[in-house]
């Protein structure tokens, strides 16, 4: 009887534990998803506020920055740039630049 009530509790134990296991491997998943998600909403964001910077710099003054310095210098632009990648090409003065953002 006695070896009975400790197979039950042995068995009652380990169940347990996986049971925990499998729940914090659960939540580990849904966690780097979400930043995952985070991190990709982010190049977007970024990509978007720097084309808008530009476009503001171009009605205010008529041409668009040659660089992305000039917009941090007198538009106040600020870029993490520990997390992000950033290209800026400037063609021409009269033309939209072209702004890629991707993640380090």
Do not use: H
């Not at 990709?40 to 808008?52: N, R």
């Not at 008529?62 to 007198?74: F, I, K, T």
């Not at 538009?75 to 950033?86: A, E, F, P, S, T």
């Amino acid at each position: 009887m006695y070896s009975d009530k400790v197979k039950k509790t042995t068995l009652l134990i380990v169940s347990l534990l996986i049971l925990c296991l499998i729940a914090a491997a659960l939540v580990w998943w849904a966690v780097s998803a979400g930043t995952r998600n985070m991190k990709e909403e982010g190049v977007t964001a970024l990509k978007q506020t720097i084309t808008s910077a530009a476009r503001q710099c171009y009605v205010v003054e008529g041409v668009y920055p040659s660089d992305l310095a000039y917009l941090e210098d007198n538009y106040g632009l600020r870029i993490n740039k520990d997390d992000y990648y950033v290209t800026y090409e400037a063609f021409a003065q009269n033309l939209p630049p072209t702004v890629r953002v991707t993640l380090r």
